[in-house]
């Protein structure tokens, strides 16, 4: 083993070398030498790969020093690691506020920081810090799942929370709010400082409080004392241990296993005597690993297997490199992990990466301490919720809608409309809008670029400027499941169904059908947009369970192509530019089955030469379905003025239609059905007594329209409808009525 070594300057390794060097950071001592073991077993497993030949012909040189969890030691001794030792890259170092201290020098050097032994957020940022990748499974993300577990099973209870003073507690506290929203309260919260020699005071005022939920967010000596503690105490609360301190040799044993007993936590990995769990196979390699290259190390401590994951995830991302060990390249294969189960990792849980996502595992199952053992229970959960990806989306639907300063509107009849992303359909519409319907000052139609669906709800909830926007039927629905939003249905209306938006997936050839992309890579648009709320509802139905990757479809083309990701969702009114424009014969667009469960919120739809000359043969089409948009309002009051403008918005729309279904307009507009009902929502109220007053009343007419609502009727036979009352309109109007 190399730790702690101190090497002469070297070569780092190139194409040429016979050696990779790789640097690491690790708390020998201090208060958290008990993850020590890590750095010890991550030797351990390099020294068995050399003994094994090494990688391509290559032995790697491991240089670890002990930064006693100091982070302005942890700096001096990475910039050693670089500038003396000459290593390739950093990887694996312990802590969250230590490897935090380098990470602006590894980023600015453009040096990978790979694995770091954290979970903190700042590790999945590679927009700030390219070159930073984190490990654990995210404290955020690993604290949503014990807000989902309380959710379920403890809805009434009380919280209190110990937490470390540091990045590494309160991205768990901050993790843990999010997740229960505010229903659940947190009654106390106490901290304490790694160089706290007790907290005692801060259990005390915990128990006080009444809380019949602890949750510790602990470091190993920590979690021992409050475990202790408790149990002197005789304090018996629904107790929760964050994972980094779940380990039996370094927690659990020195606390007492009886004091532990009924202890929840959640786990990736499997414990190191866990031989049903791992199965034989795994177990032997296992066990045999431990018996020759660490004997004096326990298999019953956490961190050792932690420090095998992580060796041998390492060990996968440098055997991809190849020949090629430029810095660029280790980076570029350890953000392309797909679907990779390392043995020794629970069963179903699997690490995926790309250039927007940094966060190898995000998979845990929750676990019980038996008073021998951990024993999972329940599904593998994942703790990133799509719905959760955005602080606005989340914050909207906790706190309500925002009040409106009504006395401050200054332009009386302007009507702000909130559209989608510059180049998008429904950017489009909103252009279209404005060119038809302004009039002066009796009518201003004022198109606002927004995100999609999700945002647009968002913004006409909490914007005072947004008086209505183009929303996806489905969103309602999906804020619902999701429980994002109480009483929704009642603070939106629809004004009119719009037109429909046909679902675009682009794949390789070997992506044949919608259950092809059950565990692979897939880029569904930002977490604001209508793509992705559509691709995650369809997902959800059809038990399909992608890796998300969240970035504009049409930035997306270029990973495409490379294998980065393995499929591309865009779900936009038919022909989308960007994709009229692909001509790749390795591309195609994948078939999406109308099955039963997307019947009631989609409809069928197909994808022509037409649309897609490059993808589709001549004559030939490929089924879809497609989701309706609606523009949609607030539930405005009468006697308000926001329902007044609307109501000017409503009139204009409804008689200039026709203006609008003749080119140069976008053809979606000709799916215009003004009197198409929308299950599941309420018409605003001014657009109904518009239909009530203005549509023709013969039985002819009425009976026609009703059974085109009933029947969801084709976009053209709506298109026939219309032009039918307006031809009734002109005539009344030329007869003086």
């Known amino acids: 083993m190399a730790w702690p070594l101190h090497s002469e300057p070297a070569v780092a390794a190139g194409p040429g070398d016979a050696e990779i060097r790789i640097g690491n950071t690790m708390p020998y001592s201090g208060p958290a030498s008990a993850y020590g073991v890590i750095g010890k077993v991550v030797a351990a497993y390099f020294d068995k790969v050399n003994a094994e030949g090494g990688i391509n012909g290559r032995r ?17 001794l990475t ?7 000459d290593v390739r890259f950093i990887f694996a170092s312990l802590g969250t506020n230590t490897s935090a201290a380098a990470q602006p020098y590894l980023n600015a050097k453009k040096i990978p920081q790979l694995f770091v032994a954290s979970g903190a957020s700042m590790w999945d940022k590679p927009r700030e810090f390219p070159w930073s990748m984190g490990f654990l499974p995210g404290y955020q993300s690993e604290s949503h799942i014990y807000a989902q577990y309380l959710l379920e099973n403890h809805p009434k209870s009380k919280i209190a929370v110990l ?53 510790q967010f602990t470091t190993p000596k920590f979690a021992v004392m409050a475990i202790r503690r408790l149990a002197e105490l005789g304090w018996k609360p629904v107790h929760f241990l ?10 659990i044993h020195p606390a007492g296993p009886q004091n532990a007993k009924g202890i929840l936590s959640a786990g990736y990995r499997l414990e190191g005597e866990d031989a049903a769990g791992a199965g034989e196979a795994v177990f032997s390699e296992w066990a045999a690993f431990m018996q020759r290259y660490a004997p004096s190390i326990s298999r019953s401590n956490g961190q050792a297997v932690f420090g095998y994951l992580g060796a041998r995830t390492m060990v996968e991302v440098l055997k991809k490199c190849g020949d090629d060990l430029s810095r660029e390249n280790i980076m570029k294969q350890a953000r392309s992990l797909k679907g990779l189960q390392i043995p020794m990792m629970i069963p179903g849980i699997v690490m995926n990466t790309s250039a927007s996502d940094h966060a190898p595992i995000e998979q845990m199952r929750m676990m019980r301490f038996t008073g021998e053992h951990w024993q999972h229970f329940g599904p593998v959960r994942s703790g990133i919720d799509p719905g959760t990806v955005s602080e606005s989306f989340k914050s909207i639907f906790r706190y309500g809608t925002a009040k409106r300063d009504l006395a401050n509107q200054v332009n009386a009849n302007t009507v702000s409309l909130v559209t989608g992303s510059f180049g998008s359909t429904y950017a489009q519409i909103g252009a279209d809008l404005a060119s038809v319907l ?22 006409i909830l909490l914007l005072k400027g947004i008086d209505a926007g183009i929303v996806r039927k489905d969103t309602l629905a999906y804020l619902e499941r999701k429980d994002f939003a109480n009483d929704i249905r009642n603070q939106f209306v629809y004004v009119a169904k719009m037109f429909n938006e046909e679902m675009h997936v682009l794949a390789p050839r070997s992506i044949a059908s919608m259950k092809d992309l059950d565990g692979k890579t897939v880029v569904v648009d930002l977490p604001d947009s209508s793509t992705f709320v559509t691709a995650i509802n369809v997902f959800e139905r059809l038990g399909i369970r992608p890796h998300l990757v969240y970035m504009e479809p049409r930035l997306a083309l270029d990973m495409l192509r490379k294998g980065e990701v393995d499929a591309i969702v865009a779900i936009e009114g038919k022909p989308l530019t960007w994709l009229g424009q692909v001509a790749d014969r390795n591309l195609h667009l994948v078939p999406v089955e109308y099955a039963e469960n997307l019947q009631e919120d989609y409809l069928p739809s197909k994808l022509s030469a037409a649309d897609y000359p490059n993808l589709v043969p001549e004559g030939g089409h490929v089924d879809t379905i497609a989701a309706e948009a609606l523009l949609a309002a607030y539930n405005w009051a009468p006697n308000t003025d926001r329902y007044r403008r609307l109501q000017l918005l409503v009139d204009q729309l409804f008689t200039g239609i026709e203006r609008l279904q003749k080119p140069p307009f976008h053809p979606k507009w000709k799916e215009f059905a003004v009197r198409a009902q929308v299950a599941g929502w309420t018409r605003f109220r001014a657009a109904q007594e518009w239909l009530d007053r203005n549509m023709p009343p013969t039985a002819a007419v009425s009976q026609a329209s009703g059974a085109v609502a009933a029947a969801g009727a084709s976009p053209r036979e709506n298109d026939a409808l219309y032009k039918q009352f307006l031809e009734w309109r002109a005539a009344r109007a030329r007869a003086g009525r």
Do not use: C
């Open 242 to 251: 964050t994972s980094v301190s779940e380990s039996y040799s370094a927690v």
């Open 79 to 85: 910039r050693k690691l670089v500038e003396e030792d």
């Open 60 to 76: 790697i040189k491991f240089i670890s020093y002990d930064d006693g969890y100091n982070p302005a030691k942890t700096l001096e």
């Open 438 to 459: 302004d009039n002066g000052t009796s009518l201003r139609m004022l198109p606002v670029m927004g995100r999609g669906s999700v945002q647009a709800v968002a913004d």
């Open 163 to 215: 937490y470390q003073d540091d990045g590494f507690g309160k991205d768990h506290l901050k993790g843990l709010k999010d997740g229960l929203g505010g229903k659940i309260p947190i009654v106390a919260e106490a901290p304490y400082k790694v160089t706290d020699a007790s907290i005692e005071a801060q259990i005390a005022k915990l128990k006080a409080s009444g809380a019949d939920v602890f949750m």
